[in-house]
């Protein structure tokens, strides 16, 4: 179990992590990115609006030119009235590159809160290394306890030639517990722990109808 006054200890660290700065940070970053978000939107809303005019158009806006007529422009005047094809394509090539550049910018906003996402949780895990260090030794503990049950079990199958049950299961669990990136360093075998050994030193003496091998250790099998 893990110590209450570490735990306790632990809960004031956190109580007393202060990360306001990179919160404001991350709220500012994050209304950049709905602005741009917006403009984008807004970017593409007229791409698709050009596309959409340009797909129909087949002549002069004639209403176009009959207003600028009754405006009183003159007939080379009124025929220029809109803006023409290659002004709207022309457009439509800048807001694409506005856009582009506006991804760009999204993509940086983005790279800068996940930035300061990592400072804030490496703050947290400063804080909470004891507990994982407290974790990390019960673990090793509990392991180390299960090897010897794991030798245990062995003893005991081996002297009764029973209880296999146990000692597979035992068996399994501790090739779990050992080797690279596991809870223990790999070893080759556990001992017996003495008090299993006294206990079943009876059996050593029973005679010939129950031959009995008395074992100091068992192998692990990975």
């Known amino acids: ?21 990179q919160n404001a940070r991350v709220e500012a970053l994050q209304a950049e990115l709905a602005d741009i978000g917006t403009a984008i939107d807004t970017a593409e809303t007229r791409c698709r609006a050009i596309a959409d005019a340009l797909a129909a158009r087949s002549g002069p806006d ?43 910018r999204a ?33 090793r503990s509990t392991a180390q306890r299960l090897l010897q049950g794991f030798a245990a079990a062995a003893a005991l199958n081996e002297c009764t030639k029973g209880h296999g049950n146990v000692r597979i299961a035992a068996e399994q669990a501790a090739a779990a517990l050992t080797g690279t990136n596991k809870l223990l360093v790999w070893q080759r075998s556990v001992e017996v722990p003495a008090e299993v050994s006294e206990a079943l030193g009876p059996l050593l003496t029973m005679g010939p109808a129950l031959p009995v091998r008395r074992i100091l250790s068992a192998a692990i099998v990975p």
């Open 107 to 139: 993509e940086a906003v983005r790279r800068e809160i996940e930035d300061v996402r990592n400072a804030a949780q490496a703050l947290a895990i400063e804080r909470t290394q004891p507990l994982a260090d407290a974790i990390a030794a019960d673990l």
């Open 62 to 104: 004639a209403v176009a030119i009959a207003d600028a007529l009754l405006d009183g422009a003159t007939a080379m005047a009124a025929a220029d009235v809109g803006p023409g094809d290659d002004a709207m394509c022309a457009e439509r090539e800048t807001l694409r590159a506005g856009i582009g550049e506006l991804n760009r």
């Open 1 to 21: 179990m893990i110590n209450k006054t570490l735990l306790a200890n632990i809960a004031a660290e956190l109580e007393a992590l202060d990360i306001s700065a």
